[in-house]
């Protein structure tokens, strides 16, 4: 009896829910000339993420091989510097797909780690042209682009001109994040032409990162007049990395543009003013606000923030150098709403003013520092997900100890974001004296067999059936044979493993 074969359909709809297994998809490419006509576009959709030291050395190789000839001369020219004419010679098989033209996801940090890495195998000193050209040959290419992630100093003009942009601009006509990256204060006038096409022929966006790393304001203008055309931008990142000069007013004003729309605002390195603060007040669809390292807010200008036309779910605050007074007041004035609120150098005033504004949270992350005069105050903020951020210091035991009898019954969701494993000890102090009421254990390192050991401990206490979710980081590890058997009993007992939630909020 002969089996029944499946029809492309199925074959599809197998190959594409395995399409984050990068691993069973390199095996699909063996079955068949169908399946790897299927399996290539996956494969190529975010090409640079999730690679192993070989998988870099190929990808790169791969993509050089799909170089025109305008771009293998560009590196061929500077190849003092960077040594591709040899590669050229002795690799000059065309590709069998044309690989770039599935890409939907390019970020500047994964090429340049990818890319720079080849570098070092390859003995030859780093340098931005490889960059360059596969930049050139990735906007060329590829029409599937939805995220980009550039940095201005790649608009090389040896390379790039006018007819290039006005492809490029159609090619990514349906971008909906864009990351734009300032390096150097270099004003290329093809880059300026660049950002004007693209505000006039793409307005999709939803995203937008912006980031600046000099005090020079070039090109803001344009950068205004992107956000301005936007049919509905959602989130706005906006990261300084200089704070000599005072922050431009213009991207601010371009912002009320996207008041019906904006959800999401994040700002690093910020030098607070009145009419940036008037600005921000003004985005009544806010309901995520990230503040970090920002400079000069005062009580005054706090004040501002009274008349927000906003009501915000979720406030981010970290400034190592803001007086508890400052993040008071912010949390005063936007806190009535919030449901999610992580502070960074949490202190004992911070938590009486929660405690006392009676914020009706969801979720409270707290980067302690092993602060224990902070932990007897959430007993009264009766939050359903605590996480917690902490560093090694020498009180762990205690903290832990306390942690416990403080721990309001109302707090089930708990995390611990650490840099190390939590001392075993550590651990069984905190689920000896703490409620059985815990649904979810989060731990964003490494759990070994002695840590698996006290949870199980801790789920058959009592009969406590109550614990429900734990979440580890990288679930998908190498256990050994003994961790295993204590992975299956604490399944028997109705856990279920998955992996760490970096930003836990159910």
């Keep these: 009896m002969t089996l029944p074969q499946l029809n492309d359909d199925c074959i599809y709809y197998i190959i594409k829910f395995s399409q984050y297994n990068h691993f069973i998809l390199f095996n699909y490419l063996l079955v068949n000339r169908f399946w790897c006509k299927i399996t290539i576009p996956l494969l190529y959709t975010d090409p640079f993420s999730n690679l192993t030291k070989k998988g870099k050395i190929l990808i790169v190789k791969t993509f050089l091989l799909c170089l025109n000839e305008k771009e293998k001369m560009y590196l061929i020219k500077q190849d ?23 890409i939907k996801y390019l970020s500047k940090a994964l090429i340049n780690n990818v890319v720079d890495y080849w570098f070092k195998q390859q003995k030859i000193n780093i340098c931005n042209l490889l960059k360059v050209a596969f930049y050139h040959m990735f906007l060329r290419q590829s029409n599937y682009i939805k995220d980009l992630g550039i940095v201005l100093d790649i608009f090389d003009e040896n390379i790039f001109n006018i007819h290039d942009i006005n492809t490029f601009i159609i090619n990514i006509s349906n971008l909906t994040t864009l990351q734009l990256h300032y390096s150097y204060i270099i004003e290329y006038e093809i880059f300026s032409k660049f950002l004007q096409l693209f505000a006039k022929n793409c307005k999709n966006l ?111 605050i970290k400034n190592k150098f803001c007086k508890n007074n400052i993040t008071i007041q912010i949390i005063k004035y936007l806190g009535i709403t919030l449901e999610i609120l992580k502070v960074k150098y949490m202190d004992v005033k911070i938590m009486e003013k929660i405690v006392q504004y009676n914020l009706n949270l969801k979720t409270l992350d707290i980067d302690s520092n092993w602060n224990l005069s902070i932990l007897s105050y959430l007993k009264n903020i009766k939050v359903k997900n605590l996480n917690l951020y902490l560093n090694t210091n020498s009180n762990e035991k205690l903290f832990f100890i306390r942690l416990a009898e403080s721990l309001s019954d109302n707090t089930t969701h708990i995390s611990f974001m650490t840099w190390k494993s939590i001392d075993k000890n550590n651990l069984l102090y905190f689920l000896n004296n703490c409620h059985n009421y815990i649904i979810s254990l989060n731990f964003k390192h490494k759990c070994e067999l002695e840590h698996l050991k006290v949870i199980l401990n801790y789920v058959k206490k009592n009969n406590n059936n109550n614990l429900k979710y734990l979440r580890i980081c990288d679930i998908n590890q190498d256990w050994s044979v003994k961790e295993i058997e204590i992975l299956n009993q604490i399944k028997e007992k109705g856990v279920k493993l998955a992996q760490f939630i970096d930003d836990y909020k159910e």
């Design 80 to 102: 003092s510097i960077c040594k591709m004419r040899k590669f050229f010679q002795y690799n000059y098989s065309k590709p069998t797909f044309n690989y770039p033209k599935y």
């Design 206 to 316: 939803k995203h937008l990162f912006l980031e600046q790393f000099n005090e020079q304001h070039h090109h803001l203008n344009e950068i205004s007049l992107i956000i301005k055309s936007q049919y509905g931008l959602k989130k706005f990142d906006y990261h300084i990395h200089t704070i000599s000069g005072l922050s431009s007013d213009i991207i601010f004003t371009s912002l009320e543009f996207q008041k019906d729309s904006l959800v999401s605002l994040k700002l690093y390195n910020i030098v607070f003013k009145k009419s940036i603060l008037q600005s921000i007040i003004k985005l009544h669809k806010l309901k995520s606000f990230e503040i970090n390292s920002f400079h000069d807010m005062t009580l005054e200008l706090c004040e501002i923030l009274e008349f927000a036309s906003f009501k915000l779910r979720k406030l981010i």
